[in-house]
């Protein structure tokens, strides 16, 4: 069966400080990957999303990037985190196929201070 | 830009009683989905509708699908304390397998 892994669970992190997080899937093999995000209280907004590896597509103009170096593994990185940054980040992963059903990691809380 | 709407933003009912929670959205569509989310958690994929079908079940689940208004409603009959969550609808309607997702419905189920 297919899971997906996500950390760290938890992070606070000072502004201007970098940030990785990490996204690995186990049990399928070429999946569409996603990072999304979701503040307090609210809807989740795309972020980037993956076709391939190396291919990334970018939702929303920010001060995050996002790298697939591997089929299974997606990070989302930042050089400099602002207070904005804060919120609950979810990872996604769908089939590669006309199936839409998107399957989520357990998210990663970032608090930015 | 968010696709869906959910309608009510909060609802609370007994447990026993249904719940109804609507999603309205602006664009045609491929198929729209409802999540669920429990707090602080990820979302789980509860059902999905194709734009030909307009209703279908599963379990205490009934999701009915409106093309014609852009809406679709997730009933959950004979609601149980466990049923508490945020319920989101998502949207698909482009080719890359990308879905669009609404503002969510918090429901509490109070024993």
Same mark, same amino acid.
């Given at each position: ?113 | ?18 719940? %109804?929670?609507?999603? &309205?959205? *602006?664009? @045609? ?6 999540? /669920? ?26 999701? %009915?699908?409106?093309? &014609?208004? *852009?809406? @679709? ?6 609601? /149980? ?31």
């Amino acid at each position: 069966s297919q899971t997906i892994h996500q950390w760290p669970a938890t992070l606070v992190q000072p502004v201007g400080s970098p940030l990785s997080l990490e996204c690995t899937v186990e049990g399928t093999s070429n999946p569409n990957l996603y990072w999304y995000r979701q503040a307090a209280g609210r809807g989740l907004q795309l972020l980037f999303y993956s076709v391939g590896i190396g291919q990334i597509s970018s939702e929303v103009p920010q001060n995050l990037s996002a790298s697939r170096p591997q089929d299974r593994q997606f990070i989302l990185s930042s050089k400099k985190l602002l207070l904005s940054d804060s919120g609950f980040y979810l990872c996604a992963w769908s089939v590669s196929s006309k199936t839409d059903t998107q399957y989520f990691g357990p998210g990663t809380r970032l608090t930015v201070l | 830009s968010q696709q869906g709407e959910e309608d009510p933003q909060a609802l609370s009912i007994q447990e026993g009683e249904n719940a %109804t929670m609507n999603c &309205s959205y *602006k664009t @045609s569509i491929n198929n729209l989905q409802w999540y /669920r989310q429990n707090s602080g958690r990820g979302l789980v994929h509860l059902i999905l509708i194709r734009s030909n079908e307009r209703e279908k079940h599963s379990g205490r689940l009934r999701v %009915t699908l409106d093309t &014609s208004k *852009k809406s @679709s409603s997730l009933l959950i009959t004979a609601s /149980r304390a466990a049923d508490t969550a945020s319920y989101f609808c998502a949207t698909n309607s482009g080719g890359y397998q990308k879905v669009t997702f609404g503002t969510g419905t918090k429901l509490q189920v109070i024993p």
